[in-house]
């Protein structure tokens, strides 16, 4: 088992910043022998779950969804078992609850089906 836990989230002005953290725990060594991949999703009452970017423990190799736009930067910290997600230029639209999420399950590394555990949720909220 693993566990997640998200922080850093908040309340920010559009084009601030914020910076989201989640911190494994549990077994979090077997997520290196193991094709483990840590993402992070955001979800709104009026949208289903959205991938937002996602990093291998092992290789790094960041990706992102088309919508962050260079605006965000996730990395991880191996030695601490930690994630975080670096967001610059934020827009009212990034309003949203944050999850982060690790495993190697079926799917591609956007796919929500791709994840064994999730972390309880971190709010954003960038005003206008």
């Known amino acids: 088992q693993v566990q997640l836990v998200e922080s850093g989230g908040g309340m920010v002005q559009a084009g601030g910043s914020l910076t989201l953290s989640c911190a494994a725990s549990g077994r979090p060594y077997s997520m290196y022998v193991s094709n483990f991949v840590m993402g992070w999703f955001r979800q709104t009452p009026e949208k289903e779950r959205e991938w937002v970017a996602a990093?291998?423990?092992?290789?790094?190799?960041?990706t992102y969804a088309d919508f962050v736009e260079g605006r965000f930067t996730i990395s991880r910290d191996k030695d601490k078992n930690l994630v975080t997600l670096q967001m610059n230029s934020l827009k009212p639209e990034d309003t949203a609850v944050y999850y982060c999420?690790?495993?190697?399950?079926?799917?591609?590394?956007?796919?929500?089906?791709?994840?064994?555990?999730w972390g309880q949720g971190t709010q954003v909220t960038v005003s206008s």
């Open positions: 999420a690790t495993g190697s399950g079926v799917g591609t590394w956007s796919m929500p089906t791709r994840y064994n555990y």
């Open positions: 990093i291998s423990w092992n290789r790094a190799s960041p």
